[in-house]
């Protein structure tokens, strides 16, 4: 059927139906993660685990009859993918024309200073019109509190703070990583930095990381030897 028989008119879902998506694509990203990173080196099952979910909301949108709605079009293609994107050029209009927020986004610093804001979602739902979501740090600690022009600075700045994930979990497994992290990524994808470090459990996790012991191949497939350390200890008290 060619394009002018079918009209591809893809509405942004409403807000209750994004959250439901959200929470059904994180349950099922970390089994996916899991096989990914079993069968695959991290550096192919990172692209993978992008490239896999855009080449199936594509293909459901081009040959599945039954995806009339154009669901998994709209989960995987427009939620994950296309409103990140989204989100920064809406930023950087928004706030070319108008007040920058100065992080009075983050609640601290509202009670402190003020803000000139509510919730910014809605604010740029009200001048866009397709739907209220939330944005990147890229877009809410970048474009909207300091500017287009520092905005650089403010994602630099939100580099190296995640950049401790790397640190702390450097004697981890890549599977490991990958698995603990995958909701986190999407977390940082789609709301500010600090929201996704105190309400989405990111510090929690970097903390979790620097907390797990190292893991010894050699002592996860031969268990009898690590317990031969006990057993001398054990054989020299008796």
């Known amino acids: ?31 996916f993660l899991f096989c990914l990173y079993s069968y695959f080196s991290p550096r192919l099952a990172t692209v993978l685990a992008l490239l896999i979910p855009i080449i199936i909301g594509l293909a ?27 989100a920064l050029d809406h930023y950087a209009d928004f706030f070319a024309h108008r007040e920058l927020t ?4 983050i609640s601290v610093v509202r009670h402190l200073i ?4 509510g ?3 809605p604010e740029l739902a ?19 509190s300091a500017g ?4 650089p600075v403010a994602a630099f700045v939100c580099g190296l703070i995640l950049s ?3 640190t702390v979990s450097h004697h981890l497994p890549p599977r490991f990583i990958a698995v603990s992290s995958g909701i986190a990524v999407q977390t940082v994808m789609n709301v500010p930095l600090t929201t996704g470090l105190l309400s989405n459990g990111i510090a929690l996790l970097f903390l979790l990381w620097w907390l797990t012991p190292e893991w010894r191949p050699a002592l996860a497939y031969e268990p009898e030897r690590a317990a031969q350390p006990v057993n001398a200890v054990v054989a020299a008290a008796s």
């Open 60 to 86: 459901a949108f081009a040959i599945l009859v039954a995806d009339k709605n154009y669901f998994l079009f709209s989960a995987i293609n427009l939620r994950f993918i296309a409103v990140p994107s989204l």
């Open 1 to 31: 059927m060619g394009t002018g028989g079918r009209r591809a008119v893809v509405r942004p879902l409403p807000l209750s139906g994004r959250q439901q998506q959200d929470r059904a694509s994180a349950a099922d990203l970390i089994p």
């Open 102 to 105: 100065h992080f009075c986004q």
């Open 164 to 166: 401790i994930g790397s």
């Open 114 to 117: 003020g803000c000139s804001y």
């Open 148 to 151: 287009v022009v520092f905005a």
């Open 126 to 144: 009200a001048v866009y019109r397709d739907g209220n979501f939330n944005a990147s740090f890229l877009a809410t600690e970048g474009i909207a």
């Open 119 to 121: 919730e910014l979602g």
